[in-house]
């Protein structure tokens, strides 16, 4: 296998910038909270994929990202700085995609300016509270998520190892969702009764209007683990291992009665709700979409959406 060591002119070698072969990573690995919180720690962050295929990063003698196949590898070097900052911007992207994790991601990217700060010659001189606090999307999901972010940040922290679709309050992250730019009117211009949110990075969303209620059916690529039978959760901060997953084919889910959402749904990713609860918290995104964006035509789509409905 032939090696490529890219250390400048990175444009002209990849054919990309910086940031978007890490993009290519987080992608791969498909975990970015696990990918902040083990790069600091391990030496390594391999691709769950397939073995020598794809992409990893690695903090060993140097820290670089590389892209690899059976013919060759590339190594594209990177500073702490700048693999900080390329962790900033991805998760300022896609906030909204992790509005009920978003307090462990927050602490995750502290504890990486902590450690280069505290062993890398070259300082990260950055307030990252300071940049949060003036967002105010952030402030919004942090708000509006709240119970979430902080049992999520203890749960995963403190308590049991897996996290699963029981644990997710579907229909705050779902409006959550909607406030990203553009999905909140795409829903409040939809007229069909069943319709699909496309995955935009981690998310997708099947909403069903039924009689008297809604039904929404949540996927996220980073909660799939499939055991033979169907969808039984994942292992946010740690690669599954293979006694993991034997102990979970024999979990039956059915059996699982501690899980906090357990007895408000009959199935781990589909959420029902009232339509008079559905307009309730839709009309606080909506005020909150005006506020964030200044945009007063949402405000007359949702009447419209009301009268429709």
């Not at 032939?2 to 002119?9: A, G, P, R, V, Y």
């Not at 919004?140 to 203890?154: M, Q, R, S, T, V």
């Not at 997708?204 to 799939?224: A, D, G, Q, S, T």
């Amino acid at each position: 296998m032939s090696l490529k060591k890219i250390k400048d002119n990175y444009f002209e070698n990849l054919k990309m910038n910086k940031y978007d072969f890490f993009n290519n990573l987080v992608n791969e690995i498909g975990n970015f909270a696990f990918l902040i919180s083990e790069i600091y720690k391990s030496g390594e962050v391999k691709t769950s994929i397939i073995e020598n295929y794809g992409y990893y990063i690695s903090n060993e003698s140097s820290l670089y990202i590389a892209e690899l196949n059976e013919a060759k590898e590339i190594r594209v070097y990177y500073s702490y700085e700048e693999l900080f900052y390329s962790f900033y911007l991805y998760y300022l992207k896609n906030m909204a995609d992790y509005s009920d994790f978003m307090l462990f991601i927050e602490q995750e990217l502290y504890n990486y300016t902590q450690y280069t700060d505290n062993l890398k010659k070259y300082k990260i001189k950055f307030d990252l509270n300071d940049f949060f606090n003036r967002d105010k999307l952030r402030n919004f999901l942090i708000e509006y998520n709240k119970k979430e972010n902080i049992y999520n940040y203890n749960f995963i922290n403190f308590n049991r190892k897996y996290i699963n679709y029981w644990d997710i309050n579907i229909l705050k992250k779902f409006y959550s969702f909607l406030l990203k730019e553009g999905k909140l009117k795409e829903i409040l211009n939809k007229k069909e009764k069943k319709y699909i949110l496309p995955k935009t990075n981690l998310e997708k969303f099947i909403i069903n209007i039924l009689k008297n209620k809604i039904e929404i059916e949540y996927e996220n690529i980073e909660l799939e683990y499939h055991d033979g039978r169907g969808v039984v959760g994942f292992q946010y901060k740690e690669k599954l291992e293979k006694s993991d997953v034997a102990l979970l084919k024999y979990k039956n889910i059915n059996d699982l009665k501690e899980e906090r959402f357990r007895n408000s749904r009959d199935e781990m990713n589909v959420e029902i709700i009232s339509k008079e609860n559905f307009l309730k918290e839709l009309e606080i995104i909506v005020v909150a979409y005006k506020d964030i964006y200044n945009d007063n035509e949402v405000q007359e789509m949702f009447e419209n959406f009301k009268e429709n409905f």
